[in-house]
């Protein structure tokens, strides 16, 4: 209920190995209360990989609850997991209530004798205007030292326009918007925008090499916010700056392998199921990282949930809700004898 939060902002990892705790999680038998957080320390990990990409990690010891070969539901040690054995996952299922999740104050950086900064304003709480823009940002944006840059299709008229009005309603600054070729450069020009959007943790991280390979990550006010319409905004913007449609499915390609698996974690809580695949790109000889929204009854979903803000894109998604091959539901050996007794045309 606070939300997909990363398991080390739940306890300190460096402190005592039992801490109190107090928040509720999800079950397969609904809402339990965690009391308690475990400090394991240092030990060997297998990492799980489901078919359709989702992961999860433990060591040997931990236990999961999975559908075994021969059809029972039972909780296996990570070190007697077995190819066949099928791992059920929730679609859906954010639990608890939104929560506002508040903002860092503007700071103050004083006033150069002679000038006079440009007026500015930031907001005091996460909303779904700015979830939207930060998921630009994670796409197809930048900071320099005069404020924020995004990069946009000039085709996306739509986009370019909303970003635009989002940056004055948000801000109270006018951007300026630059044909550069194929993209436009919308710039949102104040000295202290950048320094705000970094303590807010929007900002990017410096990668392996200075200069190069900013990384992405979603930011823990966007997670924090436990708020299916904040996620669904984020992931618009993302997807609306750096996402495509392939015969009416959306899909993600990055060469981050920890964000592209926070935003399939992400899309599944919104309901959408995606398949994972990873490909060799460009000249780099890097691999990428690419999610597809699994067939038509999650693309549908995925344009009802989040959709792109740039219709260029969104009038390719989709809109048709059928039935999907493959998808497998576990029910109970007690439902099964409801639903199918013995004498049944369908039993078996």
Known sequence: DKGLTRIEQLGDPQ???????????QTDEGPRQATKFYVNGVD???RVRTNHGY???GTPKHRIRVVNAEGEWVW?????????DRVPLR???MLGSPIAVALPPLADRGVRRGRRPHPLKTPSVMSRELALLVGLYSAEGSSHTKGLRFSLTIADHDLIEQCRQFCVSLFDIEPTVEDCGGYVSLCVNSTQLPPWWDAAGFGKEQGEKKGKGWKCRVPAAILQSNDPIIYGAYLRGLFSG?????VGLPALSNKDEV???????????????????EFIGGKSGRPVYRLT????????????RIGFAASRKDDLVTRESGEEHGDKVFVSRELEEQLFPIGHADRG
């Open 55 to 57: 992961t999860i990690s």
């Open 242 to 246: 750096d996402g495509t449609v392939n």
């Open 44 to 46: 060997d990990v297998i």
């Open 259 to 277: 964000f592209v698996a926070d935003v399939k974690t992400m899309l599944m809580a919104l309901g959408v199921v995606t398949t994972s695949t």
């Open 15 to 25: 402190g005592t190995k039992w801490q109190d705790a107090d928040f509720n999680v």
């Open 293 to 304: 929204a699994k067939g038509r009854r999650y693309a549908h979903v995925f344009a009802e």
């Open 91 to 93: 679609i859906g299922g």
């Open 76 to 84: 296996k040690r990570f070190g007697e997991l077995a190819a066949e």
